[in-house]
């Protein structure tokens, strides 16, 4: 009887040319949707700042205060304002927990994805001639496209490198079927 119900549900979603072709070009760019995923430290930078300033600025009015009554109020909104700070620097840990765990989630089903479909790549792919060049003589430097150049960018550029001279000195023919597009044959569609 389950089986039955089974074959039914299956044929239910049969997939003309159109819709299959939608639906591989959006497995396909899976990898866009990292962009979104991946933050870089500009939260934990704006931490170090935001508790510099407080420290700071605890300081500052604590100088400025020049009498009781008033120095009174300032040390209560001071204490405060560390309180403040405080929940901030542990959200902000909390905030990076948790994003280790997306960004975790986030590769896991590409790499499941990526055993039945093609997926395109979001880094650049490097040629003989380019991992041959200097990193500072390359023309575009952004490697892993994410829209600045940084330490990543010429460490990934010497990692591509290195790959593609290794693999094409380990298999000759991998620069031809590259080539040819052959190895895109292998993916199961």
């Known amino acids: 009887m389950k089986l039955k119900k089974i074959l039914k549900e299956a044929r239910k979603h049969q997939w003309n040319e159109e819709n299959k072709r939608a639906f591989l070009e959006s497995v396909s760019n899976f990898n866009d949707y990292g962009s979104s995923i991946y933050k870089n430290e500009t939260i934990k930078k704006s931490l170090?700042?935001?508790?510099?300033?407080?420290?700071?600025?605890?300081?500052?009015?604590?100088?400025?205060s020049d009498d009781w009554f008033d120095g009174i109020s300032v040390k209560r909104d001071m204490k405060q304002l560390k309180e403040s700070s405080g929940l901030f620097a542990k959200t902000v840990n909390e905030m990076g927990l948790?994003?280790?765990?997306?960004?975790?989630?986030?590769?896991?089903?590409?790499?499941?994805?990526?055993?039945?479909?093609?997926?395109?790549?979001?880094?650049?792919?490097?040629?003989?001639?380019?991992?041959?060049?200097?990193?500072?003589?390359?023309?575009?430097?952004?490697?892993?496209?994410?829209?600045?150049?940084d330490d990543s960018d010429e460490y990934l550029h010497k990692k591509?490198?290195?790959?593609?001279?290794?693999?094409?000195?380990?298999?000759?023919?991998?620069s031809e079927m590259k080539n040819t597009g052959t190895i895109s044959k292998f993916k199961r569609m």
């Open 98 to 149: 948790l994003q280790q765990r997306l960004e975790s989630l986030y590769e896991d089903m590409g790499y499941k994805l990526g055993k039945y479909f093609e997926i395109k790549e979001k880094i650049d792919n490097i040629s003989d001639k380019e991992a041959a060049q200097d990193f500072d003589d390359l023309k575009d430097k952004d490697v892993d496209n994410d829209g600045d150049t």
């Open 48 to 64: 170090k700042t935001i508790t510099e300033l407080i420290h700071k600025a605890e300081s500052f009015t604590m100088n400025e």
């Open 160 to 174: 591509l490198g290195v790959v593609a001279k290794k693999v094409e000195s380990y298999i000759p023919a991998f």
